[in-house]
């Protein structure tokens, strides 16, 4: 038998022993990359009337990416609170291929609808798809969109399903559900980011309108959040408001300095733009060879009379009215309130021929159509647009869309 | 009671026991079962006046229950949040819920081990081996005593803890389970029961017959219930991950057994028993590391050379499995959400990851290690020294191809000098193939490394042992062949087919473990003994090498409990119960690691004290039965387990 | 332990002479290799898999070596030398013959497992251990004139090593900041070549078809590998490789920058920083989708997104000189060429 | 595993019976890989 050593102080040299281990350990831990998981902000009281629509873009991009500025160096990626670039990929600096890119969305969004695909999907899915009792029916990209969010198992991109279910299962959660559980408002923001992130062109922005043409009700402003949830981010100044009149509107966005409008007192003078009847004007510009060749162009994209008057506003270089110069200030989309601009459209889509014969105003000289005296305020062009101009109410989702409008003429 | 020390009769007759024991243990189910039937047929006449709803997770057509809860409140920081001063609520609940996990993990584990142990020793036919066994189990279990109460009072701090600081979360959780958390109570006092009549009655039990069986039996019933407990356990972290048995707005929906019986319960109690007998093993491993360190007589220095060597390798044993159930949990995560296994895979958790990769890698680097010291107590081991080092050049080359990072850290000069971004050499090692290949080799040569232990105090003596070594040979040559070979193979193929590539690499190395230790165990049967395994004779650095393993296993289990625990990010409950406090957010790896590292040093003083109390009373007693058994006589066949 | 000893000399000598046998052999294989690793490789086998066969050899050789000097020749070598021996010939190994070298981070992580499996190596078995400390203890315990003499010069040499490390963690450095540069950055989803815009997650090489013109698998290309494009009966694929190889030394000279075997050493090639993507690498196309190649062909380094910064590229936006069939031709030609296959996503 | 205890005709014997088996053992991990590869290209594990 061997001798047995003294064993004073083995306590003290295990300890040691244990403690050079756990700090190597530690060590290690915190020589490796860094990353703090943030817990995203509870949902946020966005007041419609208060947001532009290049806001609600913005705070789109914040869910998506949680930062106003996301940078995708060293391959890191940021990721907000509805998660989407954990799979997705948005912008081509950033990387991920689990699901579909959603580089050029919008210009996809506008065809999937129309796919023999998605039919399928809809015809399929006609009593409801399960998960999210959703029955796929989007009639727009917009809505396609909208729909994609509320059920992923709407449509499912080729080659993306869920393995083994041939593409008929979606591996997306449902995002108005936990655990993303973005709000209504939310999905209307992301959708703005998706329809305008690519070029900055906000004439393709339909996302509120499409989230009400889906669910064929108004998109209400989220419940004011609860108690201890989160702090409510206070919207910038925009600067016109819902509470505006469209005079005030008219004044604060100097429209009178150019155009004359009927019903509004201030505008009676412009002579750089068009007359602004759009109850008669749209229909007409909308048909004309000149728009049509913009629209194939891909300049324009309207085709009912409200989205031609959006557009003219957000977006005033996709159609430059024949005889006119591409003079309009284009920052429009960050100065108009969601519900603004909806006011000011409402006003002048009410706006034809005969109101304004009855205050004295005529077209210009430049203006194609010719002076208003000689117009056949009969002829069907000249009819009152009944849909176009109905008043912003609850029912009047469907005049919205504009698809009743189109059948008019 | 003649009749019964048949041995025969009284194996029977346990094993009849032990089924009556089994079937008793249903019992606690019973009640859960009945009274959702029952509250079920009550609600039936009163229909109308019932709320449905549809189950957040079981969704078939007829998963609806009836409203019998209140939603899940919507937590307000501070009012249903508590603090300490300054200091991070969650923290602290970290904290106090790790120790008690520890401990708790550890009075599981013990009887589990110490179960086997008197099983093993009551099949001992030498008698003098059946006496170490029994009295290595003894000891543990006294040990195990005393950690005992020491979870009792932390379960107690904890839910102390929960209430001054969650008290919100915590409320809801016990209006969900209220009739689970009163039965846990109630087993607990069957536990202590148990245990104190399992650990007073050793010796009056110990009379080698059918007493001795039912006193097995008792530690069987011992760990049935703790495994129990655990699985209750298990369901409030099972619901808090993935939720069920409530609806959308969290209201419970009457039927227990579904809130218990969610996504991930059963995957994460395989996972923790399989967790838990590993930690068991390394911790009673340290236990008699120390004890053999410290020991005064070459006597003791035998007994807890041959304790640590026992323990670790139950400890190995039930960590071989672990991958497996590790699989199948994160295989449940993907298929309760794909985006929680997201998140913890490739997401935000990713680098933790990287942390247990290098533990593996420790872990398998520390088992080679001591057997190699434990060669030192082998007679004849010598014949295998010089293959030690080529061993540790396999480990090492291993070891370095499955810590090479895919993404470099470098400066443009660097970036330049290398002419890209990977390395056209290095690189090829920072990819799937490389790492799968380098995994498989490292538990492969962990095999080799232990039927070499296996054999190296003995010569085969069997007819076919020329045959038999040839036939080893060429199995584990073919096996490390074939792993390279179809790690090569992946650089060649498209990504989409290397994936398969990586279960013929574990069904070799899994060939290996299972046909070549049951070829080498059959070859050594009646060998030549070069002499006898000198216990105690084992050099000290293996003792550090165990503690080594010990302290891996420990860190493993924090570190992959924290990935767990965070994987919910901000939610309590997930996606039912928000976390409102200012500590919803997910904490970086760095602080996790420190966390870690406090939590197992802190749970190492604890226990030392407790091996301290466990050695002050057993000093007197150990010399006692030395001198009467002859430790030093006594030896193990190595390979005999 | 009898068994051991039971060769005696006959069996020593025996084995010497294996022994130098070996050695002879050794030098025979390695010096040839070493010579064809530093031409660059053979036809067979790209320049770095080339370069790693040779190092992997060159570590068996340094492991072969070592065990007939100690086991073998039983030269006596002692464990406190071997260790830092192992220790100076890894960081040799990983610092010099591994080229390119590697970054510092990388260094350091191979070194500390070294180090690790130094003292590992030293401490493995009770003899080695002994072995290893007898010098050490006789250094620290003994009161002769050698031991003191050491004692002595380790004494200063402590805060000699001390002030050097002090000195040199003062000394200002010039250092570049680290930067993660991204080789292959993300691709945009649509790229616009010649007024068509071509869908990157879905477009497919038009030229990748088997006999009757369809669509060829990717994977299913490996039977053409290593035929002759230039036989007169070679069927559609190969001759659109061959077509492709016309482009690459041609029509657009791709081999001025991307060499000849395709691995980036073009004699135009050092010339520029980076230096030229390196085909025979398993890390460049064969990661890569075709239609990715197709993207950093046609836009060339102007066309590198933002993730590629610094755009440090000075491939030509070859969409300017060549026709969108050539492009793909050329790529057909650089899988084809190397034997790698495009990633897919199926 | 060269067992060192044997004399020089088992170890013969020994090289002899490797090599046997070394075909033997190549053909069983040749089987395993032909028979795992396939259905394991559809592992149930979305690892992407």
Known sequence: MNKVKATKGTILKVAMWYILILSVFAGIANWLPQIRGDAPEAAVAVDLSSITPEKLAAMGKMIVFGTENPSFGGGGVPIGKGQCPLCHMFFQEQKADRCPVLIGEEGRSNNRFKEERYKAFASRLANGEPNSGVKPHAAAGGQYLIESEYCPNCYVVEGFGIKGTNDQESPMPIINKPPILLTDTEIVAVVSFLQTKDDGDFTKWTARDSWEKYWGKPLKADAAPKEGEAKAVAAGPPIALDTDTPEQIVQKMTCFACHKIPGISIAKTGMIGPLLIEKTNAPNRIKSPEYQKAVKEGKAHASTPREYVIESIMHPDAFIVPGFADDMIKDFSHKFTVAGLDKLVDHLLQQDAAAAVKEGLDRLPNEKEGPLKKADLSSPEGKPVKNAATPKTDEKQASISGQGVGGKF | ????????????????????????????????????????????????????????????????????????????????????????????????????????????????????????????????????????????????????????????????????????????????????????????????????????????????????????????????????????????????????????????????????????????????????????????????????????????????????????????????????????????????????????????????????????????????????????????????????????????????????????????????????????????????????????????????????????????????????????????????????????????????????????????????????????????????????????????????????????????????????????????????????????????????GNMNSMNVLLFWTMLLFVFWLGALSAKKAHVTEDEAVGAGKATLPAGSH | MKSVRKGGTYFMLKQRSTSLALQVLF?????????????????????????????????????????????????????????????????????????????????????????????????????????????????????????????????????????????????????????????????????????KILNLQTAENPYRVDDSGKYLKVGLESVYHGKNPWAQDAPKFLQNVRDGGVVFFGTAGCFFCHGDNLDGKGPFAFAFNPIPANFADPGTISQLQETFVFWRVSKGGPGLSREGFPWASAMPPWEKHLTTNEIWQVILFEYWHTGFFPRTWD | MANQDAGSGEMGKTIVYFLVFMVVATGYYYFLDWVMMGPMQNLPFPYK
Not at chain 2, 220 to 247: E, R
């Open chain 2, 1 to 592: 009671m003649r009749s019964f020390n048949d041995p025969r009769k009284a194996k029977i007759g346990a094993v009849v026991l032990l089924g009556v024991i089994g079937l008793l243990l249903l019992l606690p189910f019973i009640p859960l079962q009945a009274g959702a039937e029952e509250a079920k047929q009550e609600a039936a006449p009163a229909e109308k006046k019932v709320e449905k709803a549809k189950d957040v997770f079981y969704k078939g057509p007829g998963e609806f229950g009836i409203v019998s809860g209140p939603p899940a409140p919507k937590l307000k920081y501070p009012d249903d949040y508590g603090t300490y001063g300054n200091f991070q609520s969650r923290s602290l609940l970290w904290v106090a819920n790790q120790q008690h996990l520890y401990f708790g993990s550890f009075v599981l584990a013990v009887p589990m081990f110490v179960f086997v142990m008197e099983l093993v020793g009551m099949l001992q036919k030498d008698k003098g081996m059946a006496r170490k066994y029994d009295d290595m189990a003894h000891e543990m279990m006294k040990i195990s005593l005393t950690a005992y109460s020491i979870t009792a009072i932390l379960g107690g701090i904890l839910i102390f803890t929960f209430l001054a600081l969650y008290p919100g979360f915590f409320g809801y959780l016990s209006r969900i389970f209220k009739p689970i958390m009163h039965v846990y109570a109630l087993l607990f006092v069957l536990e202590s029961g148990t245990l104190y009549i399992y650990y007073y009655g050793w010796d009056y039990m110990n009379d080698g017959g059918f007493l001795k069986w039912i006193h097995l039996s008792i530690s069987f019933l011992l760990n049935t219930i703790g495994i129990v407990l655990m699985f209750f356990a298990n369901s409030w972290i099972g619901f808090m991950m993935s939720p069920a048995g409530v609806d959308e707005q969290g209201r419970f929906l009457g039927d227990i057994w579904k809130s218990v019986h969610t996504a991930l319960w059963h995957p994460l109690n395989v996972h923790r028993i399989l967790g838990n007998a590993a930690f068991g093993g390394g911790v009673v491993a340290a236990y008699a590391s120390y004890r053999f360190l410290a020991a005064k007589t070459p006597e003791e220095k035998a007994h807890y050379d041959w304790m640590s060597y026992v323990a670790m390798f139950m400890g190995i044993l039930a960590l071989i499995p672990l991958p497996f159930a590790g699989y199948w949990l994160m295989r449940e995560v993907y298929g309760y959400r794909q985006q929680m296994g997201i998140t913890l895979m490739g997401g935000l958790l990713a680098w933790v990851f990287i942390m247990q990769a290098m533990m593996i890698a420790i872990l398998f680097v520390s088992v080679n290690y001591y057997l190699w010291q434990a060669m030192g107590r082998m007679p004849g081991a010598e014949r295998y020294y010089p293959l030690f080092k080529y061993m540790l050049l396999i480990l090492i080359v291993a070891t370095i191809s499955w810590l090479t990072p895919h993404t470099l850290v470098m400066t443009p000069a660097e970036l330049k000098a290398m002419g890209g971004a990977q390395h056209p050499i290095v690189g090829n090692y920072g990819v799937m193939s490389a790492k799968n290949t380098a995994i498989n080799i490292m538990i492969t040569t962990t095999v080799f490394c232990f039927c070499i232990y296996q054999r190296c105090n003995k010569v085969p003596t069997v007819k076919w042992a020329a045959l038999g070594n040839a036939a080893l040979g060429a199995l584990f040559t073919g096996a490390a062949i074939n792993i390279v070979f179809l790690g090569i193979y992946g650089y060649f193929i498209p990504a989409n087919v290397r994936i398969g590539l990586s279960v013929p690499q574990v069904c070799s190395t899994l060939t290996c473990l299972f046909i070549g230790v049951t070829l080498n165990t059959m070859m050594l049967k009646g060998a030549r003994q070069l002499g006898e395994v000198r216990w105690g004779q084992m050099s000290p650095r293996g003792s550090y090498a165990l503690f080594c393993l010990a302290v891996s296993f420990t860190w493993t289990m924090a570190v992959m409990g924290y990935l767990r625990s965070s994987v919910r990010l901000h939610w309590h409950v997930n996606e039912i119960l928000r976390d409102n406090s200012p500590w919803a957010f997910t904490n970086p790896v760095g602080y996790a």
């Open chain 3, 27 to 195: 030098v025979l294989l390695a010096l040839p290799m070493l010579a064809w690793a530093s031409g660059g490789g053979a036809g067979w086998i790209d320049a770095g898999k080339f370069a790693l066969i040779v190092e992997m050899g060159l570590g068996l050789g340094i492991t072969l070596l070592a065990w007939i000097l100690k086991d073998k020749l039983r030269i006596p070598i002692p464990k406190l030398v071997q260790a830092p021996l192992i220790w100076i010939t890894a960081y040799i190994a990983f610092r010099v013959i591994l080229q390119p070298p590697i970054p510092f981070s990388l260094l350091a992580i191979y070194m500390a497992i070294v180090t690790i499996s130094c003292f590992l190596y030293v401490t493995i078995s009770q003899p080695s251990w002994e072995e290893f400390t007898q010098p050490i203890a006789f250094m620290l315990q003994e009161n002769t004139g050698k031991a003191k003499m050491s004692r002595y010069v380790t004494f200063a040499a402590v805060p000699l090593l001390l002030a050097y490390g002090t000195y040199s963690k003062m000394l200002p450095k010039f250092d570049e900041p680290v930067e993660l540069r991204t080789v292959h950055p993300a691709p945009p989803a649509s790229v616009n070549v010649h007024d």
